[in-house]
């Protein structure tokens, strides 16, 4: 029996909560699920869409394809002396797996607290968040490639990640769909608070030496306080990339805007706040029909209910175009647009 389904409302499937239908879908809870799919469904791999939670996603229009949305579960653990090594199915809901290792004392991915998705999108963008990204921990992962149908295992190396980026969004793109991921934890912390507002909010409830635990806890308060919870108002967290400029631009924008916040970033580089540019242009809080920018983070769209795609995409044009006239700088979305 084909496990396709055809005609299925994808609003439960995206966090923007954009009303949307996909032609065909089907849920894969395993890899011979998946092998059974490429090896019957030939025509429908044409127009394929991987989708884990759907975190990352503006649909603009309905799906004319076939969405596989991935459910491959199960999480294994190996410990190798002070290291742990941790295999999860690409299904398995990424803030459970952290929550799965802070409670076991597996050290790495506390600051990653609360990141929607799944597993396996957690190396696509190389997630990031106070002060970590996952490439930090990645071990390897193993991809089943839409061409051949075989398994590839991937190390840190040949995934090319960077800031927001890897090889899967880049050269690979829609090749390979990923099915799990090792990461290297560690049972000795390395515990890391130098981001944001951590070390004030550990002083706050006056903790001196953290645990990944408070760190995990604490990185959770201050997302909450900041984002807008996906199941009660659509968003996709930041909309827009931090963008990243050469210095001769820098030297140029400083003089003009001396708060302007900026980092170190590769290469010499300077990357700029993108959600500071935005608030600087008068939208945060904005209300647009039914979409806009949420109050406490300017960099974060939302659907209040009933937005569609195309009305949240022309509001990030209208926020691209302002930034670039008032700082010349040209902001890049991170939300796959589909
Ligand atoms: P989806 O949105 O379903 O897919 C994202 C991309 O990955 C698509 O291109 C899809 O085709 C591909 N993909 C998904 N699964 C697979 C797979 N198994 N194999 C191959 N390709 C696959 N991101 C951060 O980095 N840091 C944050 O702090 C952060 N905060 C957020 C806060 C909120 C409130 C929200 C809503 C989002 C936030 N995000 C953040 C974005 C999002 O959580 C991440 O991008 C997450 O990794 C997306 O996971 P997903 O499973 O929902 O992927
Ligand atoms: N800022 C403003 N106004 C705003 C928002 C931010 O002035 O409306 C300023 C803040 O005051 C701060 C700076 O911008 O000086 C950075 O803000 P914040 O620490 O909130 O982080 P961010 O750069 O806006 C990035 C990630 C988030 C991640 C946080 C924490 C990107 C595109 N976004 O946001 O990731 O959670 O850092 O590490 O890199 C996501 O990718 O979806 C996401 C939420």
Redesign the pocket.
């Known amino acids: 029996m084909s496990i396709i389904q055809t005609n299925i409302s994808l609003k439960p499937y ?2 923007f909560a954009i009303d949307c239908n996909a032609k065909y879908y089907a849920e894969i809870k395993s890899v011979a699920h998946l092998k059974e799919v490429f090896a019957n469904e030939v025509a429908l791999q044409r127009n394929l ?9 503006l649909f603009t229009k309905d799906y004319d394809g076939l969405v596989l949305k ?1 459910s ?1 579960k199960g999480i294994e653990v190996k410990e190798i002396g002070d290291d742990v090594l941790v295999t999860a199915g ?2 398995e809901v ?1 803030d459970s797996l952290v929550k799965f290792c802070v409670a076991k004392d597996y050290a790495g991915i506390e600051n ?1 607290t ?9 190396p ?7 002060g970590v ?2 490439k930090d921990v990645f071990e390897s992962c193993t ?1 089943f490639e839409i061409a051949t149908g075989k398994l590839k295992t991937f190390n840190k190396a040949e995934c090319e990640f960077a800031y ?1 980026e890897s090889i ?2 880049g050269k690979l793109k829609g090749q ?4 799990s991921v090792t990461y290297r934890l560690s049972r000795i912390p390395h515990i890391q608070t130098h981001y944001g507002a951590i070390n004030a909010e550990l002083e706050r409830r006056g903790i001196a030496k953290p645990t990944i635990a408070d760190v995990s806890e604490v990185v959770a308060a201050i ?1 909450v306080s900041k ?4 199941s009660t108002i659509g ?4 909309f827009f990339k931090n963008p990243i400029i050469d210095q001769a631009a820098f030297d140029i924008l400083l003089p003009q805007f001396p708060d302007v916040p900026h980092y170190p970033a590769a290469n010499g580089r300077i990357k700029l706040a993108a959600g500071w540019l935005i608030e600087a242009c008068g939208f945060k809080g904005m209300l647009e029909g039914n979409t806009g920018t949420w109050k406490n983070q300017a960099l ?1 769209l939302v659907n209040h209910g009933g937005a569609t795609g195309q009305e949240v995409y022309r509001f990030s044009e209208k926020i691209i175009n302002a930034v670039q006239q008032k700082f010349d700088v040209v902001l890049e979305r ?3 647009i589909l």
Request: hydrophobic share 45%; glycine share 14%.
């Open positions: 995206n966090t869409l991987v989708l884990g939670g759907g975190s990352n996603m991935i491959i690409a299904g990424w990653l609360l990141i929607p998705g799944t597993v396996g999108a957690s696509i963008q190389n997630i990031g968040a106070y990204e996952v991809a927001r899967f969004k390979f769909i990923i099915t997302r984002l807008p919870d996906p968003n996709a967290g930041s974060v991170e939300v796959n």
